[in-house]
């Protein structure tokens, strides 16, 4: 059979061409057709018209094969590829897309977009990995519960230094509060959450990993023992002073929502800084306030029940005062404390034989009571340096090496008979003559 004699059909033109042959051969009436295919009399008229007519083409729509009128220009289709291969190579179609609209003015949706890149090989389809945990519903409330994590990445690429990314997202509604950061730590991670807590209030609980900021890695102390209770980390103990629930997961997948928020954060955020040309932490702090008002606006999901269970800040209180690193430290006879290798004096008059020490986000050091009162102190800059002692100077004595004539470098034969081979020598007396005389003697 020619090529031009293969005609394409569809499932639907099929049934439709099996009833009209069955009117064509006079077996059924066009009114029976009509409840068959669930269209008027009027079109069953027309289609067994026009296949009678032009046979099994005049099935065919009268379009097919042409170009939709909605059709984008072939020269839109041209310049959004090539703009996708010169500026957007490692975009998703998704994020391409947006940004073709914003930056260059190009309206496309993403699928449209998507199906020219895989028609011109800049783009493959990505299968998703297996899911093979069960699944959790979301919180019901906003604030019962907030995922936290850090994530270490080269987020501004060649431009800037490597740092953390740390992070919150609301388990209810996916509200995402983040900011960037030198390291992941105790005063980063005690930074992080005083903002949250400013700006939202305190939640219910608090879901994180098992890093070493977060959970702490050393045995429990005597105090901790006969208390009953496990050790805590400085972050932990805060959290917990503030009446908030601190839950450990024990795997990434449990907090799964902060995980994949990362994921997503690696891929978006690191592109739109690289267009902003953000290359440092300050500036990657100033970004997100802009940027992430607007993800949440897009991205974020209504909660169940509208109550929202963060708990406003009372006033009065200071948040320095918990989200702090504290030691406990001993009061010296002369009302001194050391720490951190500094001695600060005491001015305060206190029968307190142990005091707390508070290590403040600012730098700042706070020595307080048990009971909570503070210490008026002074830091002692200059100590008076002790004394050297001045050891004994020992002198060496000369190791003394004897001559060759000395007795004792002489052998037991020379000792027995001096006069043979006696030292100095001026000449060596020969075998023979040694002989001689010892006949002689």
Not at 26 to 53: C, G, H, M, P, W
Not at 78 to 87: E, F, I, M, T
Not at 197 to 216: E, F
Not at 307 to 336: F, M, Q, S, V, W
Request: hydrophobic share 30%; charged share 35%; glycine share 6%.
């Amino acid at each position: 059979m020619a090529e031009g004699d293969i005609i394409m059909i569809s499932q639907k033109e099929l049934r439709y061409l099996a009833v009209i042959r069955k009117i064509l051969e006079k077996r059924i009436n066009k009114t029976e057709a009509a409840k068959i295919l669930d269209i008027s009399r009027q079109q069953v008229i027309r289609i067994t018209k026009r296949v009678f007519d032009e046979g099994e083409k005049g099935l065919l729509h009268r379009l097919r094969g042409r170009t939709s009128n909605r059709a984008y220009p072939k020269e839109v289709k041209k310049a959004a590829c090539k703009l996708y291969r010169d500026k957007y190579w490692d975009f998703g179609p998704t994020l391409a897309s947006e940004k073709l609209f914003e930056i260059d003015n190009i309206k496309l949706s993403d699928e449209t977009l998507r199906s020219w890149l895989l028609e011109s090989g800049d783009w493959q389809k990505r299968k998703k990995g297996r899911k093979h945990r069960k699944w959790r519903d979301r919180k019901v409330h906003c604030g019962q519960m907030l995922q936290g994590d850090g994530s270490h990445h080269k987020w501004f690429e060649d431009r800037g230094p490597e740092c953390v990314l740390m992070g919150f997202i609301d388990d209810a509604t996916s509200r995402v509060y983040a900011r960037f950061y030198e390291y992941e730590g105790t005063i980063p991670a005690m930074d992080m959450m005083k903002r949250y807590l400013r700006k939202y209030g305190i939640p219910v609980s608090l879901y994180m990993d098992n890093h070493a900021t977060y959970k702490a890695r050393g045995k429990a102390t005597i105090e901790d023992e006969l208390a009953g209770r496990e050790p805590l980390s400085q972050f932990e103990r805060g959290v917990k002073e503030l009446g908030m629930e601190f839950i450990h997961a024990r795997s990434p997948q449990a907090k799964g929502r902060i995980e994949r928020l990362f994921k997503t954060f690696q891929d978006r955020v690191l592109k739109e800084m690289r267009l902003a040309n953000v290359g440092s932490i300050r500036e990657g702090n100033t970004f997100l306030r802009g940027y992430l008002p607007k993800y949440n606006k897009r991205f974020g999901v209504i909660a169940k029940d509208p109550a929202d269970l963060h708990r406003e800040l009372p006033d009065g209180l200071e948040l320095d005062a918990y989200l702090c690193i504290k030691t406990l430290r001993t009061i010296r006879n002369d009302y001194t404390v050391t720490h951190d290798k500094k001695l600060y004096q005491v001015i305060s008059m206190t029968k307190a034989k142990k005091v707390t020490a508070e290590d403040r986000i600012s730098g700042k050091v706070v020595i307080r009571e048990y009971s909570g009162r503070l210490l008026d102190y002074v830091e002692i800059k200059s100590r008076p340096k002790k004394r050297k002692e001045e050891k004994p100077k020992i002198k060496l004595r000369k190791r003394y090496i004897p001559p060759m004539s000395h007795p004792y470098k002489k052998s037991m034969y020379d000792r027995r008979y001096p006069q043979i081979n006696s030292y100095p020598q001026k000449e060596k007396s020969s075998k023979k003559e040694k002989e001689l005389l010892l006949l002689v003697h």
